[in-house]
């Protein structure tokens, strides 16, 4: 199968990477080759093997295999497939065996890879639609089904085994993001909406409430232990939020990804399964690493010249990837044609990620 070959950037590039003290978060981390040639809308690992997953606005969804050692890492692409026409791919996730993608996007449709096959003409299967663009997607473990949040005010729930859905139910607003873990769904959706569902069966709600920040949602994680969420808003805010009363825990929320006068969005949070503890990305290109339950931060990294769009850690927590790309932001007069979109991935230290214990509260 044939990949994506980056535009020509008006940077430095060491093979299809840009070069630099400030092209990565540490002179370490390994750049995968063949990233695509538009912003990079996902990244995720699979659940069960070094396998990484990426989705592209030039319409590509993109598999390597990863091998680490000694913090040493190698990406090697294995294939890619395209939506239909070229159309903006805005989000992905993984069956729990990790032998299936589903991707979605602004064609509207659901689609299906098996990973092991080659779809005909190079497109995944169609086995869903919405009316309007497909923002997010979740694969639900419980019951095998595949969920969609869409543009169009619509969860959507699929049999891959059906053309129609088994389920819908009505959001308040647009979905702009969702996430699973176990029995709790939650989505983040436009108006500062938020509604968390329980999906073990037949997926019910459980509440909707208003975000606690007080600007637009960007992107929403679901605690690994499944008692809340963490959302995070163009404001540069996070909120820590618990579904049901944890003795000794409060919902609260907090600073960050701003210098100065300027704020960032938080384009992306994601948990590390062993630790508890998580990572956010943001348009002032900064990882910070932190501990919610000691309200710390655990480490954070020097800014890269470019908006951080998204980023995910492996199964096992000892990788970290993180994609590099213009995320619109600033508007189109910010973007500069040939900007590279690359995709690095970090070897995750101990010391970085794991709960130090508590202490005084250094968010920032």
Same mark, same amino acid.
């Given at each position: ?15 299809? /990477? ?170 983040? /959706? ?6 968390? &569902? ?30 809340? &969420? ?11 939020? &618990? ?12 600073? /960050? ?52 769009? /998204? ?51 250094? &968010?920032?």
């Amino acid at each position: 199968m044939s990949f994506g070959v980056a535009a020509a950037p008006t940077v430095q590039l060491i093979g299809s /990477c840009t070069s630099g003290t400030n092209a990565s978060i540490a002179p370490t981390d390994h750049c995968v080759a063949q990233a695509g040639n538009d912003g990079i809308s996902s990244v995720i690992w699979s659940p069960t093997a070094n396998h990484l997953v990426s989705t592209n606005w030039d319409g590509g969804v993109r598999c390597w295999e990863v091998q680490e050692s000694g913090g040493q890492i190698r990406a090697m692409p294995k294939a890619q497939v395209n939506h239909e026409n070229g159309s903006p791919v805005l989000d992905c996730a993984l069956s729990s065996d990790g032998s299936t993608v589903f991707s979605v996007g602004a064609d509207k449709a659901v689609r299906m890879w098996n990973l092991a096959q080659t779809p005909p003409n190079n497109i995944p299967q169609q086995i869903g639609a919405h009316d309007q663009p497909i923002k997010s997607v979740a694969f639900l473990p419980s019951t095998n089904l595949i969920v969609s949040g869409g543009w169009d005010n619509m969860l959507k729930f699929w049999d891959a085994r059906q053309q129609n859905p088994v389920g819908t139910l009505q959001l308040p607003d647009k979905c702009y993001d969702l996430d699973v873990r176990d029995s709790l769904m939650v989505v983040a /959706c436009a108006g500062r909406h938020i509604v968390t &569902y329980n999906v073990q069966g037949q997926p019910q709600e459980h509440q909707r409430k208003e975000s606690p920040l007080k600007f637009q949602s960007r992107c929403v994680a679901a605690f690994p232990d499944a008692t809340g &969420y963490a959302v995070g808003s163009i404001e540069g805010r996070v909120g820590i939020q &618990y579904v049901a009363k944890v003795t000794g825990k409060e919902s609260f929320a907090f600073k /960050c990804h701003r210098q100065d006068a300027n704020v960032f969005a938080v384009n992306c949070i994601c948990f590390h399964h062993q630790f508890g503890t998580f990572a956010t990305v943001g348009a002032d290109g900064i990882v910070n690493f932190w501990d919610k339950d000691n309200k710390q931060r655990l480490k954070g990294f020097p800014a890269i010249h470019r908006t951080i769009t /998204c980023a995910s850690f492996s199964a096992q927590g000892n990788m970290f990837a993180y994609s590099s790309s213009y995320d619109w932001s600033k508007g189109s007069a910010h973007y500069s044609p040939g900007t590279p979109n690359e995709i690095w991935v970090h070897s995750v230290v101990e010391d970085e990620i794991k709960p130090k214990g508590k202490k005084a509260a250094s &968010y920032r």
